[in-house]
């Protein structure tokens, strides 16, 4: 059945939308399921988002967007669900990142937290920053309040300011790796084009 496309959803829906409703839930909700799983939801969330894809994909027919579509069903309806789970995700992670303020968990100024002005962002960035060494941790959060490197090295008793530099250096190239390389990013990076 993956050859299964939006035109036959249409003649089929037209035919009996019960048995093809029940074909779609045994056909494709493992996928959507563990999709969901895996980005941090659960069954219910698997479920609902399932159900609001379907209801999608039916108003976007409704609406004649698919006409004469000859897309796979497949991955159309998992890339709908793509997008409403994530939709889900930043609203969920909005009213999170509302209640606890990266700036004044970390101490970094308002300029820092104005470029990383998207939710999810900041959630990768909070999780691979926690990731870091504590002493990378001091220094990136010294540097970001602008404290000269004389001063940082006092803070964290580091003798030699040209070592410090080159920490510094390492630790930001070690943030950015992992950031780079996290799933969750590299996933909102492919979903930010939906």
């Known amino acids: 059945m993956d050859k299964y496309t939006i035109q036959d959803f249409i003649i089929d829906l037209e035919k009996d939308s019960r048995k093809l409703f029940e ?5 494709y909700y493992p996928s959507v399921r563990a999709f969901v799983i895996r980005s941090k939801g659960n069954e219910q969330d698997a479920k609902d988002v399932f159900q609001d894809s ?36 930043r609203l969920h992670m909005k009213e999170i990142l509302h209640e606890t303020d990266l700036a004044e968990d970390y101490g970094f100024d308002e300029a820092l937290m104005q470029s990383i002005d998207e939710s999810i962002e900041k959630q990768i960035f909070q999780k691979n920053f926690k990731k870091l060494d504590e002493t990378c941790q001091k220094i990136l959060k010294y540097h970001l309040k602008k404290m000269p490197d ?45």
Not at 23 to 27: A, L, S, V
Not at 175 to 185: A, F, G, R, T, W
């Open 23 to 27: 074909f779609i839930y045994r056909t």
């Open 54 to 89: 379907v209801m999608a994909i039916i108003r976007n027919l409704s609406e004649n967007k698919l006409k004469g579509s000859n897309t796979l069903f497949q991955t159309y309806h998992l890339a709908i669900c793509r997008h409403i789970w994530y939709n889900q995700l």
């Open 150 to 194: 004389k001063k940082i090295a006092r803070k964290i008793k580091m003798n030699d300011t040209s070592y410090l530099k080159k920490r510094k250096h390492l630790c930001k190239e070690k943030l950015i790796k992992m950031i780079k390389e996290d799933p969750k990013y590299i996933s909102y990076l492919k979903d930010k084009n939906i």
